[in-house]
């Protein structure tokens, strides 16, 4: 299995409290992707990193804000939660773009009352 | 604009029937075209995937697909099912850019009864 772990795996926090998920591989891979998984929508692309420091927006990305630091980390960052971003959280990592397999992480489940 | 439609959210076959999950995709090219499946409180793992060449994809776990670009058609198939292959199964298009944005299915959940 790929080298990606995410934290926390579960979380529960209040509506407008700020959230940091964090996502950490250890293969080296360039490219790194936030989704989002709900219930008949499949997983939507909410941010996506290509280097470090170098990120851009996905089809969700209101409400998220993300950072890369390191090749190694890429965080995902909730602002000031709202019940509409309880969902489960995906984080993937690719050698590079253009087709190649993404290899997911096991996933956080975000829970705001 | 990219989008993918998997026609059929749930589907249930018998243990040893064979399985066919649709999925269409709209994109103004030829696209990358992927299945991946997710098990049960599991993250997602690729099945297959087309790029080009062979129209007929050969993946892990026995699945196979293949790519009708005449009907933007990219089901996978299995020609008989097993217990274990109760998951969700997610088709996505992926850009030919260097960004490596999937867009995904809405997914097919398959049950395997006895």
Redesign the interface.
């Known amino acids: 299995d790929a080298g990606i772990t995410q934290s926390p795996r579960h979380k529960v926090t209040e509506t407008g409290t700020p959230v940091t998920l964090r996502c950490h591989q250890t293969e080296n891979h360039r490219?790194m992707?936030w989704?989002r998984q709900d219930p008949?929508?499949?997983?939507?692309?909410i941010h996506?990193s290509?280097g470090v420091k170098d990120t851009?927006k996905?089809e969700v990305s209101d409400g998220y804000s993300v950072s890369r630091s390191k090749t190694e980390d890429f965080l995902l960052t909730l602002e000031s939660a709202t019940s509409s971003q309880t969902s489960v959280y995906?984080c993937?990592i690719?050698t590079?773009?253009?087709?190649?397999?993404?290899f997911?992480?096991?996933?956080t489940r975000l829970t705001v009352l | 604009a990219q989008s993918?439609t998997q026609p059929d959210?749930h589907i249930t076959v018998s243990e040893g029937a064979s399985l066919e999950l649709r999925c269409n995709y709209s994109y103004g090219a030829t696209p990358?075209l992927?299945w991946?499946v997710q098990s049960p409180g599991?993250?997602?793992?690729?099945l297959l995937?087309y790029?080009s060449g062979d129209t007929l994809v050969q993946g892990i776990k026995g699945f196979e697909a293949e790519f009708k670009r005449s009907q933007s058609s990219f089901n996978l198939r299995k020609p008989s099912v097993h217990w274990s292959d109760a998951a969700e199964y997610?088709c996505d298009v992926?850009a030919?850019?260097?960004?490596?944005?999937?867009?995904?299915?809405?997914?097919t959940t398959l049950q395997v009864k006895p």
């Open positions: 490219y992707y989704y008949g929508h499949g997983l939507r692309l996506y290509y851009d996905g995906f993937a690719s590079s773009g253009g087709g190649n397999e993404q997911f992480g096991p996933g | 993918v959210i990358y992927f991946y599991q993250g997602l793992q690729l995937k790029f997610f992926g030919r850019s260097n960004t490596g944005k999937l867009i995904f299915g809405q997914g």
